[in-house]
């Protein structure tokens, strides 16, 4: 194409050269060259942009002082967007009225509604909510400060925030500080100062003066920079924290691009903010608000009433009209007194298409105390109408055929397999209003016969569920079993009965099983603890509790599992959340950092030291659900906690021992947590 070029402009150099001298060369010059430009083909792309914008200049500078005007302007390289910014922006200290943050080309403006106070320093916390326009590349962890007085404070705290029960990274919470101690402040006053954590569960609160501060974190859902509901996911701190700087000397790599090579390491004096590293474990209270959500009646012999939080005792229930009765129904409810049944046993109400059901409970007043409270609940039974014709008389013809007996069902919930040293369970349709013990017949196989056992005895599995029982049958591996439950052994209050029923299982054989001994250290002494075995999901497999600094997991199926330890500090058997009326933190929680693997028919012995991993780096990725938003272009990590490659579980043979590390991972700073 070039070549082409210089040959048309030397023929017209020819035909014009007796022309017009300085004229028809500079036309010459400008056809070549708007000719050798035109060339056809793709242009070369250059590598793809991926550095973030940066701040050329601001309006007042960073860390000015005697700041008087109502608005901030910072200027960067590249056009910039601002996401989010009435949630990712937050700015310290807070004032009546939100500033209003906007982008426009290349600048970031901030306006203040209020008057600034005086004598303050302002920290503008913009987390990632600065990103290029092009790419989206995010400019991580910028913040920004002046002061409006003589005097710019300096000092920060840092550190994490945690999910109390599942070690869960708590993303884009708000992180904040009082200088007034009381508990109220917390309840009744805005944050000081504030910041926002990023998606690792990291803040940073900067613009701090000297000083003692209380430290709290919170989900503010309304928005108010407050506590100000239950249902908000709160933490807090118990020890007052005293921010301070010192020196710390690093260590930088210089590294030459043209030669590619490391050039020089650099040791640099560089300020050092403590406390950085704070841990706050976050929690939802137990104290909630309680209400009735929802109610139905399901059939004419039951009410279903859902409560709209869980309670830590059961509503009262009486019928309007006739109060003094207490045996019209028979309750079954959920663990948490939030799901509740309500069978009807007397035909007279059962009978009744109107009921009005007076419920008692206890709700939260104003101050967060326990009041009782009544409400009257109406249920209606929609019954089939009448029809006509139904009225009137039908021939009946004599070879009618009479409807089917009906049955009460029952179900077998231990399945065909019975897992070594449980029980038979079965669950009946409706409440029982008997229970014939001498109907119920315990067999075993011998070759092809079954012979009689013992004589079994039913007994409700627990009081939450009146229609599930249970059997206990004897602890032998590999024995093959059914229970006969006789027709008419049992009878619903809804006036059914069973039919035959023969509930058949067989144990597990003692090779099907493995065990797994874990050696526990770093535990407080003397105080309770209990060890779950989890599959994915954090789904509970099983639970033991610990004796001795040792937990053992007999008769355990093979497979991949992992493991969480609760600190059980009131010893009731279960995990306990936290209450800041109370001022209680919530039990503490720790996970083994690796995956164990169970093999068929083997012995497994684990040490695990509960202070050997940093709590940040202590749940397994597997299963982490909080996990750190990936960047433009990145891809997720493919997840690989096994501590063993192996996939196979199943092996014949004879038990053997297999012995595995602490558990102990490198690379991670303690956080200081209560």
Not at 136 to 141: I, K
Not at 467 to 478: C, F, I, L
Not at 561 to 583: A, P, S
Not at 617 to 646: S, Y
Request: include cysteine; proline fraction near 5%; hydrophobic fraction near 35%.
């Amino acid at each position: 194409m070039m070549v082409t070029g210089v040959l048309i402009v030397d023929v017209m150099f020819r035909e014009w050269k007796y022309r017009d001298g300085v004229i028809g060369l500079a036309v010459i010059v400008l056809a070549a060259v708007g000719m050798s430009c035109a060339r056809i083909g793709t242009p070369s792309g250059g590598r793809r942009d991926e550095m973030p914008p940066q701040m050329t200049k601001a309006h007042p500078e960073p860390n000015s002082r005697n700041f008087a005007g109502h608005r901030v302007v910072l200027d960067f390289d590249e056009f910039v967007n601002v996401k989010d910014a009435m949630t990712n922006v937050v700015i310290s200290p807070p004032g009546e009225t939100t500033p209003r943050v906007t982008s426009q080309g290349r600048h970031v403006y901030v306006n203040f509604q209020d008057t600034l106070l005086s004598n303050t320093t302002y920290t503008i916390d913009f987390g990632s909510a600065i990103e290029d326009n092009n790419e989206g590349n995010v400019l991580e962890n910028f913040s920004y400060t002046f002061s409006t007085g003589d005097d710019l404070d300096t000092l920060r705290i840092a550190g994490m925030v945690l999910s109390s029960d599942g070690l869960e990274p708590m993303q884009r919470k708000l992180v904040g500080v009082h200088r007034n101690h009381a508990d109220s402040a917390f309840i009744k006053m805005r944050f000081d100062r504030m910041a926002r954590t990023d998606d690792r569960g990291r803040f940073s609160i900067e613009g701090l003066s000297p000083g003692e501060y209380r430290v709290f974190a919170i989900d503010d859902a309304d928005g108010n920079l407050r506590y100000s509901s239950p249902e908000e996911e709160i933490a807090f701190y118990e020890v007052l924290v005293t921010p301070s700087v010192t020196e710390t000397e690093t260590i930088d790599s210089i590294y030459n691009l043209r030669s590619e090579r490391l050039d020089t390491i650099v040791k640099r004096v560089r300020p050092l903010y403590l406390p950085n590293d704070l841990l706050l474990r976050s929690f939802v209270t137990d104290r909630k608000q309680q209400y009735i959500a929802s109610y139905t009646r399901v059939d004419s012999t039951r009410l279903d009433i859902r409560m709209g939080a869980a309670g830590k005792t059961m509503p009262k229930f009486s019928l309007v009209g006739a109060p003094e009765l207490d045996d019209w129904y028979v309750c079954e409810h959920s663990a948490t007194n939030d799901t509740i049944s309500l069978w009807l046993t007397r035909p007279s109400i059962i009978r009744s298409d109107t009921l009005r059901v007076s419920v008692s409970y206890e709700k939260l007043d104003s101050l967060s105390n326990y009041v009782s409270m009544t409400d009257t609940l109406r249920f209606l039974t929609d019954r089939p109408r009448v029809r006509k014709n139904d009225n009137k008389k039908k021939k009946v013809e004599v070879d009618t055929v009479p409807p089917p007996t009906v049955f009460m069902m029952v179900s077998n919930l231990s399945g065909s397999i019975l897992d070594y040293g449980k029980p038979i369970v079965f669950e009946t349709q409706v409440p029982l209003a008997r229970l014939d013990t001498a109907g119920f017949h315990l067999e075993e196989r011998r070759d092809s016969l079954w012979v009689p056992m013992s004589p079994p005895l039913p007994e409700l599995v627990d009081t939450l569920n009146p229609r599930r029982y249970k059997v206990d049958v004897p602890a032998v591996y590999g024995k093959e079993m059914r229970l006969v439950i006789d027709s008419v052994a049992l009878s619903g209050i809804n006036g059914l009965h069973n039919n035959r029923q023969e509930l058949q299982v067989k144990v597990r054989t003692r090779d099907e099983y493995s065990s797994l001994k874990v050696n526990l250290s770093g535990m407080p002494a003397g105080v309770p603890a209990f060890v779950e075995l989890l599959q994915s999901a954090d789904v509970i497999s099983r639970r033991v509790t610990v004796k001795d600094g040792v937990a053992i997991f007999e008769n355990l199926l093979p497979g991949k599992y992992y493991m969480r330890l609760y600190l059980d500090y009131n010893g009731n058997g279960r995990y306990d959340t936290g209450d800041y009326h109370l001022q209680r933190q919530p039990e503490q929680v720790f996970y083994y950092p690796k995956q164990v693997t169970i093999k068929q028919n083997w012995e497994k012995e684990e040490s695990w030291n509960i202070l050997a991993t940093a709590m940040d780096q202590q749940k397994p990725r597997a299963l982490l659900k909080n996990r750190p938003t990936l960047k433009r272009g990145e891809k997720e990590q493919p997840v690989n906690d096994d501590e063993e490659e192996e996939e196979n579980f199943y092996s014949s043979g004879s038990r053997g021992m297999s012995t595995s590390g602490n558990g102990m991972s490198g690379g991670s700073s303690r956080l200081r947590g209560l």
